[in-house]
């Protein structure tokens, strides 16, 4: 078995258990927001293939640093004399900690994986120049990640790169720097993780290494790939979907029945995505939306049926007031809330736009019926794409999946791969509704739109992984990535 291993490492409590949790999509060790949590090494195996095996080790966090180096200065053999020595467990925590982590270091580590926060500036960060010195002392290759910097390509992110690439530029074991935030990372800059560490180590390792970041990568395409089709299955089902009228077919409260049914069964729907979408990415938890609790808690009063334009106000305002007449629609609809029906697919979709009508009523061969309007089903696909990046940067060391509320550049994103992906949705759109049932091809179409729209959000949001969504060809589901 050829191996490969990392050492994540950090001064204590910047967060290396909890990215050891996203990187490795599972709940190991322990979290705590305080010193010294984790006293042992662990080991985990990050990428597995028939012959070869990328190990993470997760460590005990360096600390006491300042003190530790300024002793260590003073020894011939620094390193030598530091694991020589014996502390105590609990009355020298911080030392026992420490060396635990570095004994791992020099004895595993082909790569080092040191952490810094980002919410604190370099010069908070004192510790630093101390635990490089350190690490010099050991001599391995060092990547340093760039924790806590909230979403990818906001000021704070591009502030912190630039100053912490300045701060740890001195030592030339540091190789590279890369921002990598544990709650907020996206998968494709796990796997530009991957081919920074391939690239800082030679010889065999090196070709094992590219083997692994290579089956970790289709691995993860091919989960990209679910996620479209399952995408745009759902788009799919939407438009297709209807609900005649039956009887006279054009009372109030017949209209509302079929309404109400239609936004049923979207909402079902959009929860079955969400949920898929969700243990896909290797989360846990399922699809609750903030909007949903907040009309809840507001809106549900049991028995009420028909909703005032006066409640349509209230709750227009509480969707951010731009609902407009959809949310008129709802309440003609006299959806309940409180029993689960609409609410996340429909209002999100409404409130971020200020559609007019969501419904449209329609003739069949006689027949009248009520499905999606074609602006709704629009907003709908750009929607769904947000809900795809929302899990897509979910960290499992996060916890649970929830709605944490979209970084303002991802619509800009969405709207300008939806731009240029020309009129294909709209006109597959219109060929579904136009023959009333699906065609030969029509998922096949509608996800390969899906996967070129967010195929280029993500390169344009992470360049430097771009070629791996280009060029990597997906596993099959049976795939050999862990
Ligand atoms: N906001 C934020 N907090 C984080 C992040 N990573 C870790 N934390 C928090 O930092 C604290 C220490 O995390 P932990 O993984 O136990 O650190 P360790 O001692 O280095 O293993 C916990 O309270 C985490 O929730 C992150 O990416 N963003
Ligand atoms: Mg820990």
Redesign the pocket.
């Known amino acids: 078995m050829n191996l490969v291993t990392l050492s994540l490492i ?13 990187l490795l999509r599972t709940d190991v ?10 006293e042992v090494s662990e080991a985990y195996d990050l990428v597995k293939t028939k012959d070869a095996c990328l190990r993470l080790w ?1 460590t005990p ?1 360096l600390g006491d640093s300042a003190r530790l180096v300024s002793r260590l200065r003073r020894e011939g053999n620094p390193l030598g004399w530091f694991l020589h020595q014996v502390w105590d467990r609990y009355r020298d925590r911080a030392l026992f900690c420490s060396q635990q982590a570095v004994r791992n270091i020099q004895r595993e580590a082909d790569v080092v994986l040191y ?1 810094v ?1 980002t ?1 604190e500036e370099p010069e908070e960060a004192g510790y630093v120049p101390h635990e490089m010195e350190l690490l010099g002392w050991i001599g391995k290759p060092v990547l340093v990640l760039l ?4 979403p990818a390509g906001s000021d704070r992110d591009r502030a912190a790169l630039d100053q912490w690439t300045a701060a740890v530029k001195p030592w030339p074991i540091v190789r590279d720097v890369l921002p990598l ?4 990372r996206c998968w494709v800059q796990e796997g530009v993780l991957l081919e920074k560490v391939a690239g800082m180590i030679e010889g065999e390792p090196h070709a094992t290494m590219e083997a692994l970041t290579s089956a970790w990568e289709r691995g993860n395409l091919s989960i990209f790939e679910r996620a479209c089709g399952s995408l745009g299955r759902y788009v799919l089902t939407a438009a297709l979907d209807r609900e005649t009228l039956t009887g006279q077919g054009l009372g109030q409260t017949e209209k509302r029945r079929a309404m109400r049914v239609l936004a049923q069964r979207l909402d079902d729907t959009t929860r079955r995505l969400m949920d898929s979408l969700i243990a896909d990415h290797g989360l846990v938890g399922r699809y609750q939306t903030d909007a949903r609790e907040r009309l809840d808690q507001d809106f549900d009063s049991p028995g009420e049926t028909a909703w005032s334009s006066g409640r349509a106000g209230v709750l227009g305002a509480a969707m951010g007031g731009a609902a407009g007449g959809l949310v008129a629609d709802v309440a003609v609809a006299g959806l309940s809330f409180g029993g689960g029906a609409v609410a996340g697919a429909l209002l999100g979709a409404a409130g971020a736009m200020g559609l007019r009508r969501g419904f449209q009523f329609v003739r069949a061969e006689q027949t009248p019926e009520v499905r999606w309007a074609s602006e709704f089903l629009d907003q709908l696909l750009r929607q769904s794409l947000l809900r795809y990046l929302a899990v897509a940067h979910f ?1 499992r ?2 916890g649970e999946w929830r709605e944490t509320g979209n970084p303002e550049r991802w619509n800009a994103l969405v709207e300008g791969a939806v731009s240029h992906a020309g009129d294909g949705f709209e006109q597959a759109t219109s060929k579904l509704r136009d023959a009333g049932e699906t065609f030969d091809g029509a998922e096949q179409l509608f996800s390969s739109y899906v996967r070129q729209v967010l195929s280029e959000v993500l390169s344009t949001a992470y360049p430097q992984a771009a070629h791996i969504l280009r060029t990597t060809e997906p596993l099959s589901d049976s795939g050999e990535n862990s």
Request: proline fraction near 0%.
């Open positions: 950090s001064h204590t409590n910047v967060g290396k258990t909890t990215l050891a949790r996203t060790g322990e979290v705590l927001d305080q010193a010294h949590v984790t997760d966090g952490l926060n919410s924790n806590q910097t909230g935030d544990a709650f907020t960290g060391g996060r």
